[in-house]
């Protein structure tokens, strides 16, 4: 059998990279989706059976680093949270659980990139410098007039990075600018909704500089309800240092006596606006769940 590493799966054919070429596969039916499971996704690295005629069929899913859920792409070195400073402007409750996602699919290298910088016409500055203070490098950049592109461009080399994010931010603009050959689709922002329109429709792995970068469908709504909320809390980098030190354990950090969080947040060691972040996160989660459970007993 050959190894390799599933570059897109479409129409239920899964192409997979090989040392002898790419190989359109179907898969066994043990490795199908369920409901408990993924399935195979991009970026999945697999055992393939080649057959006689050239096609193959993928007989064993090899042991995973890593899966962002949503969009799912497996084995990542980085993620490329992208947003735009405007035409969609920048929305931070957005922003945030975005981030929750990609600290809970545990990627170890997340990056905040802004791309429409030239359009910039709102006091983003001290909010992006927030992140940085937290640790996420934040790269101001333009696909129009290439302003950041080349620091983007150093970061991307022998990675394997997804770049997520909000429909119409210019994700699919940014890579035809880090490499002319890739070619995608772009399309505008519509001026009655002020979203952009889903011009990538499957997620696929692009070579690039020794490694991929992985285009992935835009969207501007999120669930993270299989996110138990006692791991929500470390999501957030900067609680990390004051997790456990809570009067009472375990602690939610939201209306606790006590709370070292919470405490930080009142002496500015932790953003505000961040932790209201939290706050929301943590009640959509509970209201998601409740609502689930409610479902099932019905």
């Not at 500089?209 to 469908?217: H, N």
Request: some cysteine; charged content about 25%.
């Amino acid at each position: 059998m050959l190894e390799g590493r599933v570059i897109k799966a479409y129409n239920s054919f899964f192409y997979v990279a090989t040392s002898e070429g790419l190989i359109s596969s179907k898969l066994r039916g043990k490795f199908k989706k369920t409901r408990k499971s993924t399935g195979v996704v991009p970026g999945d690295r697999v055992a393939v059976e080649r057959l006689p005629e050239g096609t193959g069929v993928i007989e064993q899913l090899l042991p995973r680093t890593n899966l962002l859920r949503r969009p799912a792409v497996a084995n990542l070195t980085q993620v490329v949270l992208t947003f735009a400073a405007a035409q969609p402007d920048l929305h931070p409750l957005l922003l945030n659980r975005f981030l929750v996602l990609a600290e809970w699919s545990g990627i170890e290298k997340i990056m905040i990139c802004v791309n429409k910088m030239d359009l910039l016409n709102s006091p983003w500055e001290a909010f992006l410098s927030a992140y940085e203070r937290i640790g996420y490098p934040v790269l101001r950049v333009s696909a129009h007039t290439g302003a950041g592109i080349e620091e983007l461009r150093d970061r991307l080399r022998g990675e394997i990075s997804v770049f997520a994010g909000p429909s119409g931010v210019g994700k699919s603009s940014l890579m035809n600018t880090i490499d002319p050959s890739l070619s995608l689709q772009t399309g505008k922002v519509s001026d009655k909704i002020k979203r952009g329109r889903h011009t990538t429709r499957v997620a696929e792995l692009l070579p690039y500089e020794g490694g991929y970068i992985v285009d992935t469908p835009g969207f501007s709504a999120m669930e993270l309800m299989e996110l138990d909320t006692a791991d929500l809390p470390d999501c957030f980098p900067e609680f990390r240092p004051y997790l456990g030190a809570c009067r009472f354990q375990p602690c939610s950090h939201s209306h606790e006596p006590g709370c070292a969080v919470k405490e930080a947040v009142e002496k500015g060691a932790i953003d505000e606006e961040r932790y209201q972040a939290y706050l929301n996160i943590l009640s959509e989660i509970k209201e998601g769940q409740l609502l689930a459970r409610k479902k099932e007993y019905k």
